[in-house]
């Protein structure tokens, strides 16, 4: 099939969380299964520069939004064994220091920056001579697609492409004032309560479940969690109107980039009948952490934003009970800043147990998923979560709250206790977070078991070559 693929972020050219990750891996794995996929995304600042093969494309845009025609230029990249990229080159737009905000503050016309990048799309998927045979879009930035397709089709696009939405995370829709509706040159009729429209404002992803052919999120149990009032962020009711449409497929991990054996960021290489090498990267962690380096104290690890949705509140509480005992707690994250200010009181609490790092480092996270013992991630909601499944494969032992793809990628001792690849928890409070931590403490101190967990959680198979025909699936329904 030939599949584009549309994402405001692709790793390794962009990346603020696990979309970038997803979208990257994808695009590899269906050019491995034999498809034509390509991939458009932004030429954000330094891109250019970092891949000089890159090669602008005889292509101009000039396309409408509201009142006025706006114009970019078309760059591509091919690499082999990859999708080919195009990347919308429209310097005021993407040429800038942050992707979607700058020191906290979201641009201010983010609306207009992606809802031009959603016609970029339609545009190559309708004049591009290779013709998809479906634009695959991802979260709100590329949610308007659907809808714009649909109304060209009306105006007489024939046989166009199926659409498919890929939500991400429903907490972020895309929520502008009305007026932003006018940018789109989308009929008023569909700024309704079945459309575009969510209490008198834009909602981007309300659009794109609307009018999507197809919709797809990232955990089964998130496709379903999502249809509850609980979990629906305001949109259960679309999304259980749309519900003969919307499947969950668990993303699949990389393992060409999260791999322990042949692996430039980590210190020594490690497999599970080679553990030799994890114990080296826990000492050269901790002492890369300011941390006293000892192997017989379990370490802990979390890399994540630091956000709500991410359970923050609830791991400080736990941390602030559990440090009393012998353990050690390092973290790598950046977001808000009154969570940052959490953490660092936490560490200078702890000094000689705790270890934060803001910001994005990617060598370092490698190194915290090799090198600690446990992962922490307890999310209040969590679509799928990659960490998790890249500490698995790192023998580094998940707790995790029972949410999302967090439930549908770790088995706990109580489900199957020969098979248990890692500890989960319920409820969402600091008190059984705490206790899935003193689970981890006991199992930590029983080697044999500790092991055999290990062993389960490192055979794990996450691959995106199992993952990428449930997509194909999807795709083929149209
Ligand atoms: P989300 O997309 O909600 O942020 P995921 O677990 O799906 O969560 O994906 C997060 C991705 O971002 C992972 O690849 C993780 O390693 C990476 N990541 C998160 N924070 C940082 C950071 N501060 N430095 C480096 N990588 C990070």
Redesign the pocket.
Known sequence: MKILLASSEVYPFS????????VGALGRALVNAGHEAVIVTPLYRGIREKYPAMRKVDWRFDLPLGLTNVQADLWELNRTGEAKIYFVDHPAYFDRAGIYLENHISYADNAERFIFFSKCVVNLARYLPWRPDVVHVHDWQVALVPALVLQQKIAGWGNPPATCLTI??LAYQGVFPAEAFALTNLPESIFNTEGAEFFGLLNCLKAGIAFADFITT?SPRYAREITTEEFGCGLDGVLRRRQSVLTGIL?GVDYAEWNTTKNPHLVKPFSVGRMAGKKINKLELQKELGLPADESIPLFGT???L?E??GVDIQLGALAEMLNTNMQFVL???GSQEYERGYRDLARHFPRKVAV??????T??HRI?AGSDFFL?PSRF???????M?SLRYGTIPIVRATG?LDDSVLDWTQNAKFATGIKFSEYNSRSLAKAIRKALVLFSQPKLFQACRRNAMKADFSWDRTVHDYIEVYQQR
Do not use: W
């Not at 990346?15 to 997803?22: P, Y």
């Not at 790092?357 to 990617?362: C, D, L, P, R, S």
């Not at 969590?382 to 998790?388: M, S």
């Open positions: 990346k603020t969380g696990g979309l970038a990750d997803m991400h995370n990232v993303n890399i994540s934003r956000a949705q991410k790598l994250g950046s790092h803001f910001g994005y480092n990617e370092l996270a998923e991630m969590e679509p799928c979560g990659l960490n998790q890249y793809g």
